[in-house]
């Protein structure tokens, strides 16, 4: 043991990074100039100076400059006298010798940035001593899995934030955010506070898809979850576009949609959403059914869906530490705005976990859901599939109650939705003519079964059974099977 320990020793005895110089000729121009505090206030926190007393000075600095204020020696010695903070590194007269450091304003963004970095690399040097001693056994509860997690994410927090914590946060700050959200669905159309699904009356009735939230879609098969589900992921990745372009500062999309197909491959999705942009049946695709016309508005669709910043990951059966890996991979590198899971019952709970039955791995995995969605601030839309139960009633709508044998999805959820299509079960109801002993009889419930069939032909039900923040209640979407597309219900007029 002690052959292994040796080399820590060492990094005991060495002085953590720290750049006090820096931190005085900062302050220093700081109170020269207040104007230099823009340079540095974006990345610079209180908590970043080595020095305690210097981190009060930028916290008093800070207040009084946002505030509109002056903050010179002058004003800040009458701040300081009564706290008695300077009396222990000599008193007001140190604000004078922080002058005499002072650089020009100028230097101030480099200086800000060596402060800033020194305390980037004693953050590293505090989560790399924390490696070591787990790796060491400091904590038996933790095996090496457990331990890249911890690692991993306390370096994603270090990398996106800064690594501030965020701890307690006052409740100003969160009626702060609570305003912005507020003034953001004032300025966009259609006034939704979250992102736009693309399908205006389900944006009506959600406000649209918000933050750290775990929203289900449930469904029987044959239901077209996947159609809806892809919906709603490229109106959202249109909705970022369109956001981009409107502010006309850069018409980069600053955020992505990532859609996690653990079903169909990155192919099949792609041929889908090509079929229904293009309006040509994806049957039709497969076989080659399609002619020169078609295939013009093939090229002319994908350049236009190219550019979406969507992006798909069709590994089957993904663990969840794999997905959080990638999720916070893309948040960091090309902004993440919704992430999408087709579907749940296809996931693997974090590697290394033993779960004693199916019930309880469904469980670990909305869990670890709705904990990616709050650790990266994004909405979580999670397919998910329905048990046989529903086929056995009259009314084959589904209900809270069929989600409940599926572990705790419907407790974790923010929101949860069914999609159901009337015409999927009318279908195979169509009457027999042997069914019936005269010709009449049959020919009577076959005009009722096609008048039925006409009145929910391309119809589907959005069932919204629970919603944190919003009513509950139905509605109607238009489904058109040929194209598996799904469209508010009277764009169908539109799109012809």
């Known amino acids: 043991m002690d052959t292994f320990a040796s080399p820590l020793l060492g990094l005991a005895q060495r002085q953590p990074p720290s750049n006090d110089r820096a931190e005085m000729a900062l302050l220093g121009a700081l109170l020269a100039n207040n104007k230099a505090y823009e340079r540095v206030s974006e990345f610079l926190a209180p908590e970043h100076f080595v020095d305690p007393v210097h981190g009060r000075i930028y916290q ?3 207040r009084r400059v946002e505030a509109g204020q002056l903050a010179d020696a002058v004003t800040l010695k009458a701040e300081f006298e009564h706290s008695g903070l300077l009396e222990e590194v000599g008193g ?3 604000l004078a010798q922080l002058l005499q450091a ?7 963004g480099e200086y800000g940035r060596a402060i800033h970095d020194a305390w980037l690399r004693r953050q590293l040097i505090e989560i790399g001593e924390v490696v070591v001693n787990h790796a060491f056994g400091a904590d038996p509860e933790l ?5 890249i997690e911890h690692a991993e994410s306390e370096l994603y927090r270090l990398a996106t934030e800064g690594g501030s914590p965020t701890g307690l946060i006052s409740f100003e700050q969160a009626l702060t955010e609570a305003i912005h959200a507020a003034e953001r669905a004032f300025r966009r159309s259609g006034h939704v506070s979250g992102l736009s699904t693309g399908l205006r009356d389900l944006d009506k009735k959600t406000g649209g898809l918000h933050p750290s939230d775990l929203v289900i879609l449930a469904g029987r098969p044959g239901m077209g979850k996947s159609a809806l589900a892809t919906k709603i992921a490229f109106g959202a990745a249109r909705a970022l576009v369109r956001e981009a372009q409107s502010a006309e500062k850069d ?13 169909m491959s990155a192919e099949q999705l792609a041929t889908r959403l090509l079929a229904e942009e293009a309006r040509v049946s994806a049957d039709r695709i497969r076989r080659g059914e399609i002619g020169q016309k078609d295939f013009n508005r093939f090229v002319e669709v994908s350049r236009e869906i190219a550019s979406l910043p969507l992006h798909i990951d069709d590994t089957p059966a993904l663990t969840l530490s794999a997905m959080r890996t990638r999720c916070r991979r893309l948040k960091r590198t090309k902004g993440l705005s919704l992430v999408v899971v087709d ?3 296809l996931m693997r709970p974090s590697v290394g976990t033993k779960p004693e039955n199916r019930v309880l791995e469904i469980s ?5 859901l709705k904990a990616i969605a709050k650790e990266l601030a994004v909405p979580m839309l999670a397919l998910s599939q329905l048990s046989r139960q529903v086929e056995s009633r009259e009314d084959k709508r589904p209900q809270l109650a069929d989600l409940r044998e599926s572990g705790t999805i419907e407790q974790d959820a923010d929101m949860v939705m069914f999609i159901y299509r009337d015409e999927y079960y009318l279908q195979q109801r169509a009457p027999k003519q042997m069914a019936y002993d005269s010709e009449d009889k049959f020919q009577t419930a076959l005009d009722k079964w096609q008048r039925d069939m006409e009145a929910v032909h391309n119809k589907a039900e959005l069932l919204i059974e629970k919603q944190r923040h919003g009513p509950t209640g139905k509605i109607d979407l238009l489904f058109e099977g040929e194209f598996t597309r799904y469209a508010d219900l009277d764009a169908h007029h539109d799109a012809h």
């Not at 002072?102 to 101030?108: H, K, R, S, T, Y």
């Open 60 to 62: 008093a600095i800070a």
């Open 92 to 94: 007001v007269a140190y």
């Open 102 to 108: 002072m650089v020009g304003i100028i230097n101030a």
């Open 143 to 147: 095996d090496g899995r457990a331990q």
């Open 251 to 263: 018409k980069v999309p600053r955020g992505s949609v990532a859609v996690f197909s653990l079903e």
């Open 343 to 345: 579907y749940l019952q």
């Open 364 to 368: 670990q995995i909305t869990q670890g």
